[in-house]
């Protein structure tokens, strides 16, 4: 279920690996970093490879893509790599066996990027089970407004699961604090408007926004949507507490494919950005 046991206050409680994670950055004074693949891209059994190269690497929290065929928050590469996962027979089911797969080699944070859609059409609860069982620590729903998520809030937290939750620069500030008070493991700062995809530039405001979100949580703030290399991650990772890295990532997948050198190099890639982020 993604949980471990800890003693606070004289207490026994479950920790989830996300909580757990960010726990142990904190201790140690470290940015994380969080890198997002589109699951099935090019086929399962590369992102099971890719979940663990990532985990030696020096990534923190391994965000899996669940591939759908109506992608709205997503930027041409993403969209790109879904299709390729749909097109090599990926499916929810298909990516929690995969989840499964990595978790008997690896305790590695695990959170799903997924649309609502596939998890109604699975059955809320059968699908937050599932995931909970495979070794999944956390869902991030991309369409599902918190206004709208009490049922699916407390099925995760039954399970152990985070709930985590998008914050946009769009974001109204009463509306920043409701999300915030609602959301666990971390919150999302989307640091541009728009959708997912590489970037040349770093939002300016961006210290101001994070300090804005801080102000209503305690969750770490991971930043993410168009970071592209190590001298971005180490700026953002000035402001956050974890840097979100996508699209850039998924690129190379898609041009390394099916090569032999697709996890050595993407793994390479990961490493100049975990390295930056510890960095600064």
Not at 12 to 31: D, P, Q, T, V, Y
Not at 91 to 102: D, H, N, R, S, Y
Not at 146 to 173: D, K, N, W
Not at 197 to 225: C, D, E, W, Y
Request: charged share 25%; hydrophobic share 45%; net charge positive.
């Amino acid at each position: 279920m993604g949980l471990k046991d800890e003693w606070r206050g004289g207490k026994l409680r479950l920790m989830n690996r996300i909580e757990e994670r960010f726990a142990r950055l904190k201790r140690e004074g470290k940015k994380g970093l969080i890198v997002y693949i589109g699951g099935g891209d090019p086929n399962l059994e590369a992102t099971r490879r890719l979940g663990l190269a990532f985990d030696k690497a020096g990534a923190d929290v391994l965000e899996l893509g669940v591939p759908f065929s109506d992608p709205l928050a997503d930027g041409l590469v993403n969209q790109l790599a879904a299709q390729r996962g749909l097109e090599a027979g990926a499916t929810p089911e298909g990516i929690l066996k995969t989840v499964a797969a990595i978790r008997r080699k690896s305790e590695i944070p695990i959170v799903l990027y997924i649309y609502f859609n596939l998890i109604h059409k699975a059955g809320m609860e059968r699908f937050i089970g599932a995931a909970a069982r495979a070794g999944v620590d956390g869902l991030l729903a991309l369409d599902l407004p918190p206004e709208e998520s009490g049922s699916y809030e407390a099925e995760m937290r039954r399970e152990g699961l985070c709930h985590v939750y998008l914050i946009a620069p769009t974001t109204p500030a009463e509306r920043v604090r409701a999300i915030a008070s609602r959301g666990s493991g971390f919150i999302y700062y989307v640091s541009r408007e728009g959708v997912t995809g590489m970037q040349k530039r770093v939002a300016a405001n961006l210290a101001s926004q994070v300090a804005g979100i801080r102000r209503h949580t305690t969750l770490p703030v991971a930043v993410g949507f168009g970071i592209s290399n190590p001298e971005q991650a180490r700026f953002v990772a000035q402001h956050a507490d974890a840097v979100v890295v996508g699209s850039a990532v998924v690129d190379r997948i898609a041009r390394l494919g099916k090569s032999k050198g697709l996890e050595a190099q993407a793994g390479r890639f990961v490493e100049s950005l975990a390295e930056a982020v510890k960095k600064a």
